[in-house]
């Protein structure tokens, strides 16, 4: 995750997060919950290393207001469930003013009612599927119209009519399939396959012969992880 949308981040922390760290003198204690282990950990660990670089950046310059961030940094394992009991510690027992974290769409969900229930405040920091809204997280990434729609338009407008979708098998890319397949049928274009793996599966042996045997003009691909991603890009010679 680039370093400038870490500042976005901290620069909305001040803006909104200041009165709630107020009631004393000392630091502002700032949560960071991703994956440090698990599937999902080579994809979220450079968003944890990003942030605690830009906390670092604006402490060496005299934290806000005077008063330095002490970042907290809790792992969510790649599960829902861990994501939700390590939000809950941090903001219970750790007292911090606010959270950078999550990945999937999942763990998103999963958290929610945490930060609702805690009159607290997420930052979530990917693209996501849109169909939802909390006063308690701020969406940073893109959301349908501004990614998916302009890709599917591009894709018509370069006469790609025929594609397979190939996503990891949770919320976003059904989600995001799901328009897909409406805007192609909208613009005159068909969806000639759709497979789904689990998170973090590197086995795409299967989906590859699809792929072969139905002939896409283009494959949109919603597989989440780097693992996975790896696996996929690299086809065994035989099917391609």
């Known amino acids: 995750m680039p370093v400038r949308y870490v500042w976005l981040w901290v620069a909305v922390l001040v803006s909104v997060g200041l009165a709630a760290c107020s009631r004393d003198a ?8 991703h994956s440090l282990t698990g599937r999902m950990a080579s994809s979220e660990l450079p968003v944890v290393d990003a942030t605690r670089f830009a906390l670092d950046e604006l402490n060496a310059a005299g934290g806000v207001l005077g ?10 394992r790649s599960d829902p469930q861990t994501f939700a009991e390590e939000a809950e510690r941090l903001i219970a027992t750790e007292d911090v003013s606010v959270v950078f974290g999550c990945w999937t769409s999942v763990c998103r969900r999963t958290v929610e009612p945490v930060f609702e229930a805690s009159d607290s405040l997420l ?14 997280i701020v969406y940073m990434g893109a959301v349908s119209n501004q990614q998916i729609f302009p890709a599917i338009s591009w894709v018509r407008r370069n006469r790609f009519k ?9 919320v976003y890319p059904r989600a995001a399939n799901a328009m897909i397949h409406d805007e192609l049928e909208r613009l005159r274009g068909t969806v000639v396959g ?10 795409f042996d299967a989906i590859v012969r699809r792929i072969r045997d139905t002939q896409p003009d283009i494959i949109l691909n919603t597989v989440n992880g780097a693992e996975s991603n790896v696996a996929f890009f690299e086809w065994p010679e035989a099917y391609i």
Request: aromatic residues 12%.
């Open 123 to 136: 930052f979530y920091p990917l693209q996501y599927e849109g169909l939802e809204e909390s006063a308690h």
């Open 26 to 33: 000392g630091p502002i204690r700032v949560g960071i919950l």
């Open 162 to 170: 025929s594609a397979f979708l190939v996503g990891s098998d949770y």
């Open 67 to 76: 008063r330095p961030l002490e970042v907290l940094v809790a792992d969510g």
């Open 194 to 203: 759709e497979d789904y793996v689990p998170l973090g599966s590197t086995d």
